[in-house]
């Protein structure tokens, strides 16, 4: 089992019997620790501050992330301290996912990815919208 704390306020793993989820950009579990302070952002998608959308997946990623970070510096944390995401990818494919995988990498480096689950949907809130990353964070006091 591989695992990894994050400022002690929850852990990562990826338990033994469970393929490994690395390359796809997650971890299996996310235990929170007692005394954490949590986050919940609204689900972000990839606007930038003017409300406009790149028509390119990779970049809408890129941009959510980036509006993810704003939302959570707002309070004093950062991506770092996310332990949870839900994906909502439109018309999610195998090289949508090897995207999200490298901008996950990007993003957390070799550290062990959030526990995440990917819904692939129809749509999303605006036309042209392709992805939503809603996250859960956590911090200690």
């Keep these: 089992m591989s695992s990894l704390s994050h400022e002690k306020a929850f852990e990562l793993s990826n ?3 469970l393929y490994d989820p690395r390359s ?3 971890s299996h579990l996310a235990q929170v620790r007692s005394g954490a ?3 919940f952002p609204a689900g972000q998608g990839g606007e930038d501050h003017e409300g406009r959308l790149s028509p390119i997946f990779a970049e809408q990623v890129a ?8 939302a959570l510096q ?5 991506l770092n301290q996310v332990f949870k995401l839900t994906l909502l ?3 999610h494919s195998e090289e949508k996912l090897r995207t999200w995988g490298a901008e996950a990498d990007r993003v957390w480096g070799a550290a062990l ?3 995440c689950t990917l819904i692939p949907v129809p749509r999303l809130a605006l036309d042209g919208m392709l992805v939503e990353i809603e996250a859960v964070a956590a911090v200690l006091e």
């Design 15 to 17: 338990p033994s019997g």
């Design 24 to 26: 796809n950009g997650y």
């Design 37 to 39: 302070r949590l986050l």
């Design 63 to 70: 941009q959510a992330l980036a509006n993810l970070q704003t």
């Design 74 to 78: 707002s309070r004093g944390a950062s």
């Design 89 to 91: 990818i439109v018309d």
């Design 113 to 115: 990815k959030p526990a």
